[in-house]
């Protein structure tokens, strides 16, 4: 199962994006949770995930969710992708980047 969460500045807006990329692997028979949350202050379940996925509004804080995070898989939602909410591409991305 591949636990990957989508940070956002206040986690609200990115909830959509992440129940329809959950949605449609659900439809593919993908073996994936994903869920939102906001990247100040990020919580108990980004210790858990695979990936986290930072939305291109708050890329600016790549860095500090880095050095939070040493040991974790950090990138960018593709910002055409999310603004689109673009699922089958997010979930290209995330087979990327996490080399399935």
Same mark, same amino acid.
């Given at each position: 199962?591949? /636990?990957?969460? =989508?940070l956002? *500045? ?7 994006l992440?129940? +329809? ?7 593919l028979?993908?073996?994936m !949770? ?5 990247? !100040?202050?990020?919580?108990? !379940?980004? +210790? ?5 996925? =930072? ?6 804080? =790549?860095?500090?969710? +880095?050095?939070?995070y040493p040991? +974790?898989?950090?990138?960018v939602?593709?910002? *055409?992708?999310?603004?689109?909410l ?8 995330? /087979?990327?980047?996490?080399?399935a």
């Amino acid at each position: 199962m591949k /636990n990957v969460k =989508l940070l956002c *500045a206040a986690g609200t807006s990115t909830q959509v994006l992440a129940a +329809k990329v959950q949605e449609t692997a659900d439809k593919l028979g993908l073996e994936m !949770s994903v869920t939102a949350g906001p990247v !100040s202050g990020s919580d108990e !379940s980004c +210790k858990d995930a695979d990936l986290l996925l =930072l939305t291109p509004q708050v890329e600016f804080k =790549l860095d500090v969710v +880095k050095l939070t995070y040493p040991d +974790k898989k950090i990138g960018v939602i593709d910002a *055409a992708a999310f603004t689109s909410l673009d699922a089958e591409a997010v979930i290209a991305q995330i /087979n990327q980047e996490l080399g399935a």
